[in-house]
């Protein structure tokens, strides 16, 4: 029973002591320089999205725990804010919010269409456009306006318009109104705190206490809280009767100007947050009815506060002059403790503290020695000096006889707990003074205590001169090396932390060599050696190490920081450079695992009474779930200081055994892992931005997302909507048709995709808050057009026209047949009446002859021989025309003309006729078709036959040349001509074949001719 109530004691005032310390909280501020539109802000409110939206003298804000969203008022666009300056937010059943302007009335936001709609005094019949308040009543389904020397207004949610029957006749001006259940309260100048049937100045009587009300608040004490223009907080009944009045200032009498309260929220320990106009923020505990000053802010906020808002997760943002602030629950899990650190000092590490049974504590740094009682409220200083200098402290220790050992960047020394000065250990006085053991410039980094055969030793790490030993029971000194005398021993000179586990090894975490076991040889018995020993005895110890190739590693660890043990005889080790490993020390094939982490370089080590990990890292305190495989940082976000560094202290021998701490510069933290809150919070996911290609296009998200398909190269933003270690929600997506698993775009809201196929697409997207909660699918369903090319229609039509194609080509092939058979049926003819009539002539003239060689006439026989010359001369040449016009390789106007000067030549030359043929080089590739060469040379060289015949001429001139689509054939001579009147009289059949060679090629001729000066044949093809 006696033990029972000294332990009560002893906890009460463990717990006096604590709770007489001064707690401070952390808030996050964000300002225009994160992206807000204004630093003054006006209010703050949570939507069912997910969205926190802010109220500022310039513009509306939407959040979503990385990015905002900034709405202004635009004259040209009626679907805008209202007005920029906003003095109130509200959300009703149906999601709207509603947005009170100081000037432009108000308006209604959908998220469903991204559309403003307002309500003024020009297009409604709002009575005034300066709105101080709006509150949804959910059992009237409608809005209380409070309006700026109008009075109050109801609006209904289902007609969208004031009600006309209810309208309200005060005039006065009203700041707040809140709705309890059914019945609202109402707080207008000169009226203090009015139910429903009492609104109106003078219609019941006011005290001078509360009389004009800036804010009522429900409280879980089920009292109304009320801010005014007085100095006080006022506490009414749900009456509205006045129950009591404290003042805040402490003057302890009603002043009716200067500070006064704006707002009110409670937090989750029944605090009531006062935001004032000129001095931040009071709070109120309503447990014991009274201000207290025991909370303070790390950094002050002494600007107008001109809301409080409390979310569902107990975060309350804080509306002031000079920015938004937050309260997040989640980031003062953490207790930091500034040391009183003497003026001047340039660094103060705190490097480790203990704190003994009775409460006493005491704290070493890089600039002394700090302490306190249990019943002190503040830390005192102290220097300590050795050789004259002043000692920089790097460890402490409590061995198990209460003595406490102090490392300093000297050596080791003891602590005298009375007079609070350092001594030597307690070893012989001239081992004491063995220079070897105190070596200048050697810091005791790492204090422990040893057993070997249970002889109990202490053993200090001198970085870099090895290991040494303090036998208190025998007062002896011992230096421990390396045995060089069995191969593969590896001392470690730059050890960091000497480490003893339940099975009494020896470990040492070193710099260069990574994890050695030191051996100290069985045969050493330290009972053996003689008692207060004169010299400092030299122990060869061997050792073990992990991080040489021949030990089979699966990698090499060289430099480990800390380590601590596990039940199976496994080792946790934190590294600088290969992060968190699991250490094996009896398995030789898999010694070491990497439990991987994108932080590398860890320092302290500590394990948790769940058996999780606390590391200490540059950034921040990382944790790590053994059981669930997952990481989490507590960094600045979370309220740690930024500069936390080393190991974390011994509490072993301290009351709060929960405890863990480690140092900074300047002072510590402190927390409990088993009270450390998980963040809850179900990340509300959505696409909040949108960019087709570079190009911010957000408007198309309220519809259904119909793309062109060169609109491919997409861009969209992930709003979270987590407000709580915002900086480790990871994002992932993954789009149907692209993408066959999910995404990790880790803590970077933004998904790209470019270059997109056209189709149906549905992108997915989730995330995940810092302790794996995650939330639903998000998914935004789009279609990408394809270009007309791969459109049914497109196809349809492209067959409609190879179709059609295929028919016309078929014809044109049967027409060419036809064309072609037409003109092997003109060949034929040709043949048929040209040879055929000259072979009968021939044949006739063979007749002839033969019946003349008969009657012996030779004379006329050589006659006929003759015709039948010319004949078969005549024949050759009609076939060897028709042959030459029939052969493909002759298709250019080139072998035309070639063809005209052999005929000329052969013809002309005879007679003694002069010829000259003039045609352009750049039309000699010029192709004809089989009747167009036939028939242009056949009128040719009929031409040249009259010329021959009839003209008497000396000299003829050819001339061929091409105008636009048309070729032109000259052939002109100089001899007697003739009038139109012979030419008419002309009965031969040269010219008709030669307009009819014409006509069939769809030429036509023109014959020009004066008697003495020549003609001229022209053909036009």
């Known amino acids: ?108 936001y959908d998220f469903r269409t991204g559309k403003f709609k307002t309500y003024n005094k020009s297009n409604s019949e709002l009575n005034v456009n300066n709105i101080n308040d709006i509150t949804f009543d959910k059992n009237r389904n409608c809005l209380w306006i409070a309006q700026n020397n109008a009075g109050l207004q109801l609006f209904d949610l289902k007609t969208k318009a004031t009600d006309k029957n209810k309208k309200l006749i005060s005039t006065n001006t009203y700041y707040d109104v809140l709705v309890n259940d059914t019945i609202p309260y109402f707080a207008g100048i000169i009226e203090s705190l009015k139910r429903l049937g009492n609104i109106g100045k003078f219609r019941t009587q006011v005290s001078d206490t509360a009389m004009t009300i800036n804010k009522i608040f429900l409280g879980s004490d089920n009292h109304l809280w009320c801010g005014a223009w007085d100095n006080g907080l006022h506490q009414f009944d749900l009456n509205g009767k006045r129950l009591a009045t404290w003042f805040f200032d402490r003057s302890l009498k009603l002043k009716l100007s200067g500070d006064e309260i704006l707002c009110l929220a409670e937090d989750e320990n029944k605090v009531l947050w006062c935001g004032t106009k000129s001095s931040g923020i009071r709070f109120f505990d309503l447990k014991t009815k009274s201000f207290t000053n025991d909370i303070k802010f790390s950094n002050p906020v002494t600007s107008r506060i001109n809301s409080l808002y409390r979310d569902i997760r107990n975060r309350i943002w804080i509306a002031s002059e000079t920015g938004l602030y937050v309260y997040d629950p989640l980031q003062n899990q953490f207790e930091i403790t500034k040391l009183p650190v003497p003026p001047g000092t340039t660094s103060c590490k705190a490097n480790d503290r203990i704190i003994l049974k009775s409460g006493r504590e005491f704290i070493v740094t890089q600039c002394g020695f700090f302490y306190r009682n249990s019943n002190d409220e503040n830390y005192l200083h102290k220097d300590f000096y050795y050789r004259d200098e002043r000692q920089e402290l790097t460890s402490i220790f409590l061995d198990e006889k209460n003595i406490i050992y102090i490392g300093t960047n000297r050596s080791v020394f003891t602590l005298d707990t009375v007079t609070l000065e350092l001594v030597f250990p307690k070893v012989s006085y001239a081992a004491s003074k063995h220079q070897s053991f105190f070596m200048g410039g050697s810091r005791a980094n790492s204090i422990t205590q040893i057993r070997h055969h249970n002889h109990p030793l202490i053993a200090v790490s001198l970085y870099g001169n090895y290991i040494k030993l303090f036998d208190t ?40 060599h990574g994890i050695n076991q030191v051996l100290i040889p069985q045969r050493i018995s330290f009972d053996e050696f003689p008692f207060a020993d004169s010299i400092v005895r030299v122990i060869h110890s061997q050792s073990k190490t992990w991080n040489r190739p021949d030990t089979k590693n699966v990698k090499s660890v060289n430099n480990v920081f800390d380590m601590t043990e596990n039940t199976d005889g496994s080792y946790w080790v934190t590294t600088q450079g290969q992060g968190l490993l699991k250490f094996f020390p009896e398995n030789d094939s898999v010694t070491f695992v990497s439990y991987a982490n994108e932080i590398k370089s860890l320092q302290g080590l500590a394990k948790d009474k769940n058996d999780n990990l606390w590391m200490v890292s540059s950034t921040g ?333 000396t000299e003829v001139n050819i001339s061929i040349k091409k105008n636009a689509d048309k070729l032109y054939l000259s052939i002109s001579d100089n001899g007697s001509g003739f009038t139109s009147d012979e030419l008419k009289s002309y009965n031969g059949n040269g010219i008709k074949n030669m307009k009819s060679r014409a006509s069939e090629i769809k030429g036509s001729i023109e014959i020009t001719s004066f008697p003495g000066k020549g003609t001229i044949i022209e053909l036009t093809v």
């Not at 003054?40 to 949570?46: A, G, L, N, P, R």
């Not at 804010?81 to 999601?95: A, P, Q, V």
């Not at 060089?484 to 932390?497: A, H, I, M, Y």
């Open 1 to 108: 029973m006696r033990k029972k109530i000294l332990s009560l004691l002893l906890f009460m005032l463990v717990s006096n002591a604590s709770s007489s310390q001064q707690k401070n909280i952390t808030l996050r501020r964000i300002t225009s320089q994160q992206g807000l539109s204004d630093n003054q802000v006006t209010c703050t409110i949570h939507d069912k999205q997910g969205f926190i939206w802010i109220g500022t003298k310039d513009g509306l804000n939407r959040y979503d725990g990385q990015d905002f969203y900034v709405f202004k008022h635009n004259e040209k666009d009626i679907n805008s804010l209202c007005g920029n300056i906003i003095s109130c937010l509200e959300i009703d059943n149906d999601s709207l919010l509603w947005i009170g302007s100081a000037s432009s009335g108000m308006c209604s």
């Open 473 to 512: 029971q025998r007062k002896n000194a011992f230096i421990n090396l390396k045995d060089t005398n069995v191969e593969g021993t590896f001392g470690d000179n730059l050890s960091r932390k000497i480490f003893s586990d339940s099975k009494n090894n020896f470990w040492v975490c070193g710099a260069t």
């Open 621 to 953: 305190l990382l944790h790590y779930n053994v059981k669930g495989n997952r990481y989490k940082l507590f960094d600045m976000q979370s309220g740690i200081s930024e500069n936390i560094s080393g190991y974390f202290f011994r509490n072993d021998n301290s009351t709060i055994q929960d405890e863990m701490s480690v140092g900074f510069d300047g002072g510590f933290i402190s927390f409990y892992p088993s009270q450390i809150i998980s963040n809850h919070e179900k990340p509300f996911v959505s696409i909040s931005r949108l960019w087709i290609m570079d190009a911010p296009s957000d408007s198309l998200l309220f519809d259904q997302l119909k793309l062109n398909y060169n609109q491919n190269f997409l861009k969209f933003n992930v709003a979270a909507n987590s407000f709580s270690d915002n900086g480790q929600t990871t994002c992932l997506y993954m789009l149907d048709g692209i993408d066959d698993t999910w995404r990790n775009n880790q803590t970077n809201p933004l998904i790209t995709y470019t270059n997109l196929p056209h189709g149906n697409f549905t992108l997915k997207v989730k995330a995940v808050n810092s302790d794996g909660i995650e939330s639903d699918v998000y998914e935004l369903p789009f279609i990408i057009t394809p270009p007309f090319y791969y459109t049914w229609w497109f196809y349809s039509l492209l067959l409609i026209v190879i179709t059609k194609s295929v028919y016309v080509l078929y014809r044109y092939r049967i027409r060419q047949i036809l064309k072609l058979q037409e003109v092997r049926n003109k060949i034929a003819r040709d043949l048929h009446d040209d040879i055929g009539s000259t072979l009968g002539s021939i044949h006739l003239y063979s007749q002839i002859a033969s019946a003349k060689l008969k009657g012996d006439k030779s004379d006329e026989i050589k006659s006929i021989l003759e015709k039948i010359e010319n004949s078969s001369v005549e024949i050759i040449d009609k076939t060897s025309d028709v042959v030459w016009a029939a052969k493909a390789s002759n298709d250019t106007l080139k072998n035309l003309i070639l063809r005209m000067e052999g005929y000329s030549a052969s013809i002309l030359g005879a007679t003694g006729i002069q010829f000259n043929i003039e045609y352009d080089e750049r039309i000699t590739e010029m192709k004809l078709e089989m009747t167009e060469r036939k028939n242009i040379f056949l009128i040719y060289k009929e031409a040249i036959h009259n010329i021959i015949k009839y003209a008497n001429c």
